[in-house]
């Protein structure tokens, strides 16, 4: 059975950290272009990370860059997203993503597409001001 199972949302304080994660099951991440995508209240759903196993690219939104790193544990079949120094506007309703590599050139081009094979159910992530 496939299965793609977010955890790790949740309210933190400005400044606090939060690990978001991803386990699949029954397929192979290690075949997938990956990436953390966000949709706050009234937005417009929004790339914020994602990376690619072809040329090992990762790509970072400019309001995360410095702040936020995805990875991947292929033993673990699991991906994350670390979020440090978290702000207000890092609210939203979190989605990983995966596509198979071979659709994806790199990780820039996987946090601009929509229509992905493989979305977690969505986490929130709630900082208040």
């Known amino acids: 059975q496939v299965q793609f199972v977010e955890s790790g949302g949740g309210l933190v304080q400005p400044g606090g950290s939060l690990r978001l994660s991803c386990a699949a099951s029954g397929f192979s991440l290690d075949a997938y272009a990956l990436g953390w995508f966000r949709q706050a209240p009234g937005k417009e759903l929004e790339g914020v990370s994602c990376s690619s196993p072809l040329d090992g690219s990762t790509f970072y939104a400019e309001s995360v860059k410095g702040r936020f790193t995805i990875s991947r544990d292929n033993a673990k079949n699991t991906m994350y997203l670390q979020m440090n120094s978290l702000k207000p506007e890092d609210t939203a309703v979190y989605y990983c993503?995966?596509?198979?590599?071979?659709?994806?050139?790199?990780?820039?081009?996987?946090?601009?597409?929509?229509?992905?094979?493989?979305w977690g159910q969505g986490t929130l992530v709630t900082v208040p001001s």
């Open positions: 993503g995966a596509d198979p590599a071979v659709y994806v050139t790199a990780a820039q081009a996987m946090c601009a597409r929509r229509h992905i094979e493989r």
